[in-house]
């Protein structure tokens, strides 16, 4: 990520590389990150941020990011024959998940819907409102729309509330288990 591309989305945010501040991420994202080839490990960045303010909408405000460089990870889950289905599904902050529909089909079950905060916090070992594609679960799609790809930084969670990594959106598109999924952002 350029630096003029990092400094486009930090706003007031004063983001290091996040392998140097491994104790702003949560565990799995620590892991994912050190997992990453190192071309794309050393353009992730982290910045503290203030936990009341992790939600998109008050964080935009707070720190002068754009909301249409944020990206939102939520955990999708249904069930087919008794078996339970997840998905990480990243979209950027202006727009939403298409659930009942893309991710229904993608994960081929007859009902999709968020998963339950308290599951999708013991499943992947982060904080609500903290929850990143990097490091879920391994059995899980990572679907990540095209627009998050094509944006050069994206603000996505950390896994903990008082932080936020600022990321190329081509390093989504590499994660272990991603999928681009067309129309998944609407």
Same mark, same amino acid.
Request: aromatic residues 4%; charged residues 20%.
């Given at each position: 990520?350029? &630096? +003029?591309?990092?400094?486009? =989305? *930090? $706003? @007031?945010?004063?983001?290091?590389?996040?392998?140097?501040?491994?104790?702003? %991420? !949560?565990?799995?994202?620590?892991?994912?990150?050190?997992?990453?080839?190192?071309?794309?490990?050393?353009?992730?960045?982290?910045?503290?941020?203030?936990?009341?303010?992790?939600?998109?909408?008050?964080?935009?405000?707070?720190?002068?990011?754009?909301?249409?460089? &944020? +990206?939102?990870?939520?955990? =999708? *889950? $249904? @069930?087919?024959?008794?078996?339970?289905?997840?998905?990480?599904?990243?979209? %950027? !902050?202006?727009?939403?998940?298409?659930?009942?529909?893309?991710?229904?089909?993608?994960?081929?079950?007859?009902?999709?819907?968020?998963?339950?905060?308290?599951?999708?916090?013991?499943?992947?070992?982060?904080?609500?409102?903290?929850?990143?594609?990097?490091?879920?679960? +391994?059995?899980?799609?990572?679907?990540?729309?095209?627009?998050?790809?094509?944006?050069?930084?994206?603000?996505?969670?950390?896994?903990?509330?008082?932080?936020?990594?600022?990321?190329?959106?081509?390093?989504?598109?590499?994660?272990?288990?991603?999928?681009?999924?067309?129309?998944?952002?609407?």
């Amino acid at each position: 990520m350029t &630096s +003029a591309a990092a400094q486009a =989305v *930090a $706003g @007031s945010l004063e983001p290091v590389p996040a392998l140097e501040r491994t104790d702003l %991420l !949560a565990e799995p994202v620590a892991e994912a990150l050190r997992g990453l080839p190192p071309e794309v490990a050393t353009g992730c960045l982290v910045a503290e941020i203030d936990p009341a303010l992790a939600d998109t909408a008050a964080f935009c405000e707070a720190y002068g990011s754009p909301l249409e460089a &944020s +990206a939102n990870c939520v955990v =999708v *889950a $249904g @069930s087919r024959s008794g078996e339970r289905r997840f998905a990480a599904c990243v979209v %950027l !902050a202006t727009t939403r998940t298409d659930v009942n529909t893309v991710v229904r089909k993608r994960l081929d079950v007859r009902k999709a819907s968020f998963a339950p905060m308290d599951e999708a916090v013991e499943l992947t070992g982060m904080a609500y409102g903290g929850i990143t594609p990097f490091g879920v679960p +391994a059995s899980w799609p990572v679907l990540v729309d095209p627009a998050v790809i094509a944006t050069p930084a994206v603000v996505v969670g950390s896994g903990r509330r008082e932080s936020k990594l600022l990321v190329p959106g081509a390093a989504l598109g590499e994660l272990p288990g991603a999928e681009a999924l067309e129309g998944l952002g609407r």
